[in-house]
């Protein structure tokens, strides 16, 4: 008989390390959703120690790990399953990309025309403006946005940054539903009016008529549940990676955007309406 190779090594021998902004993104394939453990480890001052790790059994790895500096870095990773059983270790050396979190402080409103209506019901509930109060809890309610859920068109709300910066990336955070627990009994993440798919669009000078005329397609990007279960489960990993956020790389190269508009296409409920609690920008906001 010939011994079964442990689904470990299928994940190492497909690892992908690559520099990423404020950190780097490490990409695998997981095809028997095995439950791993990438480790990544950085050597500093001669010494070897652990940074971080990547702990999922999703059939498709694509993780960033952050707060590095931009200083080139050696970087070892390995993978190891649930019963510490370990693979070889790759080596590399990584110059993390800059960025920086932008002050917040400077987002507000546009108005302009074409901007849903909210029909929140709690009356209570803060609106646009909950997108950069510093709340990125899912059960975060009522700084939560909830536009029109009477509309099937495609809805969008756009923040001005306050000052034209080089973008990198947004992270969205989403409102997590209680209403049906999910058979974990977690509150619900990739339900309801949780973007599926949807658009990020940035502007200089956005149109005074509200269009999207002079508008740059920064990205387009499609939501998926790891665990692949149907609408209204989750499983741990599913929420963990959901109340994290989602992360939108931008493809802006040198130009510099002010306003940011997200269009969503459709969500989990499949219509277009849209329940978020925060989003944080990150860019570099050097001169």
């Not at 095995?34 to 993780?63: E, P």
């Not at 080089?166 to 949780?194: D, H, Q």
């Not at 279960?229 to 939108?248: E, I, R, S, V, W």
Request: hydrophobic share 30%.
């Amino acid at each position: 008989m010939r011994p079964l190779i442990s689904p470990i090594w299928e994940v190492y021998n497909s690892l992908k390390v690559s520099p990423d902004f404020g950190g780097i993104n490490i990409k695998a394939l997981n095809d028997e959703k095995a439950d791993v453990a990438i480790q990544l480890l950085t050597r500093q001052k001669g010494n070897w120690a652990l940074y971080s790790g990547i702990y999922t059994s999703t059939d498709s790895i694509d993780n960033s790990i952050r707060g590095l500096d931009t200083n080139a870095i050696q970087v070892a990773v390995y993978v190891r399953d649930k019963y510490q059983n370990t693979t070889d270790t790759l080596f590399t050396e990584i110059s993390p990309l800059y960025e920086a979190l932008l002050d917040k402080s400077k987002f507000s409103r546009t108005n302009l025309p074409g901007e849903p209506t909210y029909d929140f019901y709690n009356q209570n509930s803060k609106g646009l403006t909950s997108l950069w109060d510093g709340k990125t809890r899912g059960d975060a309610w009522p700084d939560v946005v909830w536009t029109n859920s009477n509309s099937i068109e495609a809805q969008h709300v756009t923040i001005d940054i306050g000052v034209a910066t080089k973008l990198s990336r947004m992270v969205i955070f989403e409102y997590s539903e209680n209403a049906t627990p999910s058979s974990s009994g977690l509150r619900n993440y990739f339900y309801g009016g949780n973007l599926r798919k949807f658009e990020v669009w940035g502007a200089t000078e956005p149109a005074s008529d509200g269009s999207f005329n002079g508008w740059d397609l920064l990205g387009s990007y499609e939501v998926k549940k790891p665990s692949g279960l149907p609408y209204g489960y989750l499983t741990q990993d599913d929420f963990n990676q959901a109340a994290a956020g989602f992360n939108c790389t931008f493809h802006s190269g040198d130009k510099k955007y002010r306003y940011l508009r997200i269009n969503s296409l459709q969500n989990w409920l499949g219509t277009t309406y849209m329940t978020l609690v925060e989003t944080n920008v990150y860019g570099d906001p050097r001169n």
